[in-house]
C-alpha cells in the first residue's frame, strides 16, 4: 500500500521566555479549491504587543517511493516567471488583540495536486527585514520586549492547493478483517476526527486522529472484535459520516 501523506502540520519555534506578541494562525491544514486562485489566511495576535510575522513558504514535493522533500519558494521579480505559493504581504504587522491577513496565491501550473508549508514567524524587526517601521520605532520594540522575557512562538501550516480539474473517487474496500479506503481521484481526502472506541463503552477511545490520502494512495485500518470505528470522510465540501464495527463486513451511514 502506498503512503499516507504524513500529518505535517503544527510546529513551533521558540525565540526566546512570556509577555509580548502571542499569534495564532487558526487551522493547521487549508486548502485551494480548483474554482479558485487565492485563499484569505488570518493571524491573530492575543498579546500585549505588536507581533512583526514573516510568512516563509517551502513547497512539499512527493517522490514516487512515497517520500518527500521540501524545496524553498523563490521570490522572482518577474511575474510571469513564478512557479509555487506566494503570500501577499509576506511581512504583517499585527497590533496587540488584533489581526491581519495575508493572501495566498498560487503562481503556475495547477495540472496536479501541490502542496505547501507555510511558515508564520514573529521576529524582532531589523532593517533588512523590510518592515514599514523606522529605526526609532525598531529601537522602541526592543527596549520594550527586553524589560522582561518574552517567548514568541511561530506555526507551520499545511496548504493544499487541488488541481484545476479536481475529480473525487473514493472506493471503499471492507473486508472482514480489514477496512480500506482507496483514493482513485486526483485530489485529497480527508478522514478525519478518526475514533478507535471499546462497543461497550464510548468513553474507552484511543486518541482522536487525522488523515490526508493522497490521490492514489490509501488509508485502512485492522477491524478488532469489540471496537467500532468512527469518522468522517470529507471530499471538498462533501462530508460522510462513517461507523465500522469491529465484527462486522459493513459501514453503517448516519
Keep these: 500500500m502506498k503512503r499516507l501523506l504524513l500529518l505535517i502540520g503544527l510546529s513551533g519555534f521558540s525565540l ?16 485551494l479549491d480548483g474554482d479558485k486562485s487565492t485563499y484569505l489566511k488570518r493571524v491573530f495576535n492575543s ?41 501577499s504581504p509576506a511581512r504583517l504587522i499585527v497590533p496587540a488583540n488584533g489581526m491581519q491577513g495575508t493572501r495566498l496565491l498560487l503562481m503556475g501550473a495547477r495540472d496536479t495536486e501541490r502542496y505547501f508549508r507555510v511558515r508564520f514567524i514573529p521576529v524582532v524587526p531589523e532593517k533588512e527585514d523590510e518592515f514599514a517601521v523606522s529605526a526609532e520605532e525598531r529601537d522602541e520594540y526592543k527596549n520594550n520586549l527586553s ?20 475529480r473525487f473517487d473514493s ?31 464510548e468513553n474507552a477511545c484511543e486518541p482522536t486522529t487525522k488523515h490526508h490520502i493522497r490521490a492514489g494512495n490509501s488509508f485502512e485500518f485492522d477491524k478488532k472484535p469489540g471496537r467500532e470505528y468512527r469518522f468522517n470522510l470529507v471530499e471538498g465540501d462533501s462530508k460522510k459520516t462513517l461507523r465500522v464495527a469491529g465484527n462486522s463486513s459493513r459501514d453503517d451511514l448516519r
Design 16 to 31: 526566546g521566555l512570556h509577555a509580548g506578541p502571542q499569534i495564532n494562525v487558526g487551522t493547521v491544514y487549508d486548502y
Design 47 to 87: 498579546g500585549d504587543s505588536t507581533a512583526f510575522v514573516k510568512v516563509n513558504i517551502l513547497e512539499i514535493v512527493y517522490e514516487a517511493d512515497g517520500t518527500s522533500r521540501e524545496i524553498e519558494v523563490g521570490n522572482q521579480a518577474d511575474m510571469a516567471s513564478r512557479d509555487g505559493l506566494m503570500a
Design 147 to 166: 524589560a522582561g522575557v518574552n517567548v514568541m512562538t511561530g506555526f507551520g501550516t499545511v496548504f493544499f492547493v487541488r488541481p484545476k480539474n479536481s
Design 171 to 201: 472506493v471503499i474496500e471492507d473486508a472482514p478483517t480489514t477496512y480500506r479506503v482507496r483514493n482513485n481521484g486526483n485530489t485529497v481526502v480527508v478522514v478525519d476526527e478518526f475514533r478507535n472506541c471499546a462497543l461497550k463503552d
